[in-house]
């Protein structure tokens, strides 16, 4: 069974141009000027906003709890294993290189990119040696859940998509858990006698880069840093291709790349970056609007030899000549020594990925955490404060959902547009006064009945052809099947690591969420059935996480009698399934919902009948008969402390695929 398209052709650019005008629109509107006492106060405005989205704070004053596990002689200087102490029961695995003599020397930490082999990488390994060799001391640090930090130790893999994106489930960022492991990688340089810490520096390419940008705002001790291959603009961010781990959640609502490319002024900021990269998220010609904003703050503070900028004609990378720049430049602004000129690089030795790791492959303790591990943990850890709570004052929870959700302003019609019948389905289009445009195909019921399905699935409404979903939608009531933003008829070609990878990262740094956006579509399809059809009864259903935005539209939308969902989430807690399958994709994650409640609660503050059909845990993994029991049992009383009235219903299904 297939279903007819609405129109003749899919509108597959619409969703991205609107973005890249808003974003574009964003930039211009946080065009910085050369007013030093205006960004005195706007700096620390910054950095308040900046942490508040990170979703962490950092402790300068937890013990260190510094351990060596290993060294290796180098000609002049030595390489040590060691792990250090980020926040409580969470330590870093990284590497220190020493060179010979007492110092003090000048410090670099040194930050890796999206090589799943973390600092472990021999190119990532060669700025450490060559660092050493020149008398710096160099720490290279793990990202989280990369190098040793991986899911199982020694398997070495990407840690964005939905594993890093899991974090914000829990209230945290993958670049938030970075920034303050960086920052107490800081904190370790500068507690070693052997190390100045009035000279320390940051560098690193592609995600290390960008945390090497973030570090340096954010920690007025990095006196010189080097970001490569990863600055351009946020704007590029938004509407490009880039990590979950450079994803600040409604970062554009309130500040540019400028502006915190700024925060490091007047401290020495060098960017680097590659002609033929093939991102053109980190082309030069973005990095060169960001630089050129920047540099009037470092020309406000008179401070413009501080800041430089170097294009090289090479692929992405942190190639040998760029190592060469990286020793001129940390000369100049570390040791007081030469000009900035790049320095022709003494020769090393790398050493075997295998010699460099602090533990034997799968000999892990559990204090270095992965992804999943820290997940479970503080979700576990939430959910336990969320079930010992006595009652929930219902409308404030969903005044705290909206918010979650970012549901702004309401979407308004502006008219609908009818494409007339095609196989028994009338086709249509609601366009809403900003220009959205939401295909339906409408199916009404036998006779007089005024009842209607509105139903949606997250790879759009082709999907639902011959699903029980549908089937069983169409036994009772008129159908309404909606493509939701970004998918079916309104889908962006992409190549993409997880379904809706760069759509969500653009909703996010645009202060909203791709859930959201679905919950706005759905109410505004909810209004159309009750205006132009007169629907009397309304139910709303979904297949896996579009199901949860037809059950937080149950929440907005009034009089929903009841909601179907299938194959859908029965707690946002982590499932270490979850990586390598994406069951969901990227739309499924929310920012601090653990933090708010879980699934029972919207189910409760619905107000509706709601029934569970097939649900899943988070990687999409069918629950026992006992989980069932116990999670029905959580929704019942979660909505007796919640005072509602409806019910929840677990009736067993087979899976709707």
């Known amino acids: 069974m297939k279903l007819p398209n609405v129109w003749t052709e899919s509108f597959t650019d619409h969703i991205n141009n609107q973005l890249k005008i808003e974003a574009a629109r964003l930039f211009r509107t946080y065009q910085l000027t050369a007013d030093l006492k205006g960004w005195q106060k706007k700096r620390k405005e910054l950095r308040k906003l900046i942490w508040k989205c990170l979703g962490t704070s950092v402790d300068h004053k937890l013990d260190l709890d510094y351990r060596e596990y290993g060294t290796i002689k180098m000609d002049g200087y030595a390489v040590k294993m060691i792990t250090y102490q980020s926040r409580p029961g969470f330590h870093v695995t990284a590497n220190l290189y020493i060179p010979d003599g007492k110092g003090p020397f000048p410090g670099v930490i040194n930050m890796h990119g999206h090589w799943s082999q973390g600092r472990l990488a021999e190119r990532v390994q060669s700025r450490g040696h060559s660092l050493a060799k020149n008398g710096y001391v160099c720490l290279a640090v793990d990202a989280f859940g990369a190098g040793e930090r991986s899911v199982s130790h020694g398997v070495f893999e990407y840690h964005g998509s939905n594993l890093g994106g899991s974090l ?43 945390q090497t940008m973030w570090l340096a705002a954010m920690d007025d001790r990095v006196a010189a840093a080097m970001p490569v291959v990863s600055v351009g603009s946020f704007q590029s961010y938004a509407t490009g291709v880039n990590c979950v781990c450079e994803v600040l959640p409604a970062g554009l609502t309130f500040t540019e790349e400028s502006g915190v490319l700024a925060l490091t002024a007047p401290r020495a900021l060098k960017i680097c970056n590659c ?18 904003e920047a540099r009037k703050i470092y020309q406000a503070y008179g401070s413009d030899e ?21 020793l001129g430049w940390f000369d100049l602004h570390l040791k007081g020594k030469g000009h900035g000129a790049p320095r022709v690089e003494i020769p ?30 503080q979700g576990s850890e939430l959910r336990m404060e969320y079930l010992r709570l006595a009652s929930f004052d219902a409308a404030a929870k969903k005044e705290e959902l909206a918010a979650i959700l970012q549901l702004g302003k309401p979407l308004v019609t502006a008219e609908v547009i009818g494409y007339g019948t095609e196989d028994g389905w009338e086709k249509s289009a609601v366009v809403t006064e900003c220009g959205r445009m939401i295909p339906l195909l409408v199916k009404h019921p036998a006779g007089k009945g005024r009842d209607y399905t509105i139903l949606c699935h997250p790879e759009g409404k082709d999907k639902l052809a011959g699903s029980k979903l549908l089937e069983s939608a169409e036994s009772s009531n008129g159908v309404i099947l909606v493509d939701l933003w970004g998918s079916g008829e309104t889908a962006s070609p992409d190549v993409q690591v997880v379904l809706y990878h760069n759509l969500s990262r653009s909703a996010l740094w645009l202060g909203r969420t791709l859930m959201g956006e679905w ?9 159309f059935a009750r205006g132009s059809l007169k629907a009397r009864q309304i139910t709303l259903g979904g297949a896996k996480e579009a199901a949860l935005a037809a059950l937080f539209t149950a929440v907005f939308a009034e009089g929903i009698s009841s909601v179907a969902l299938f194959n859908s989430p029965v707690s946002y807690l982590f499932s270490k399934g979850l990586l390598p399958n994406n069951y969901f994709s990227m739309a499924v994650h929310l920012p601090g919902f653990l933090k708010w409640g879980d699934v029972s609660l919207a189910a409760a503050i619905s107000g509706a009948k709601v029934l569970l059909c097939s649900p899943v845990r988070m990687d999409g993994t069918e629950l026992s008969v006992e989980e069932l029991n116990k999670m029905e049992g959580e929704f019942s009383k979660i909505r007796e402390k919640c005072g509602s009235k409806g019910c929840c219903e677990f009736p067993v299904k087979a899976k709707n695929e």
């Open 168 to 210: 914000m489930n829990v209230g945290e960022t993958l670049m938030g858990m970075q920034v303050v492991d960086n920052m107490r990688g800081v904190d370790l340089l500068c507690s070693m006698g052997y190390v100045d810490s009035e000279r320390i520096g940051a560098t690193g390419a592609s995600g290390g880069g960008n």
């Open 275 to 292: 002609l033929h990269d093939s991102n053109p998220t980190f082309f030069p010609s973005e990095m060169l609007r960001s630089y050129k």
């Open 306 to 326: 501080k800041i430089s900028y170097q294009i090289f004609n090479l692929p992405h990378g942190y190639w040998p000549e760029i190592r060469e720049a990286m």
């Open 348 to 377: 090393f030795d790398t050493l075997p990925e295998k010699d460099v790791m602090v533990f034997e492959k799968g000999k892990r303790p559990c204090e270095v955490s992965s992804i999943p591990d820290f997940c479970i943990r």
């Open 519 to 527: 919950v706005r579509d759905l109410k505004l399809v909810v209004e």
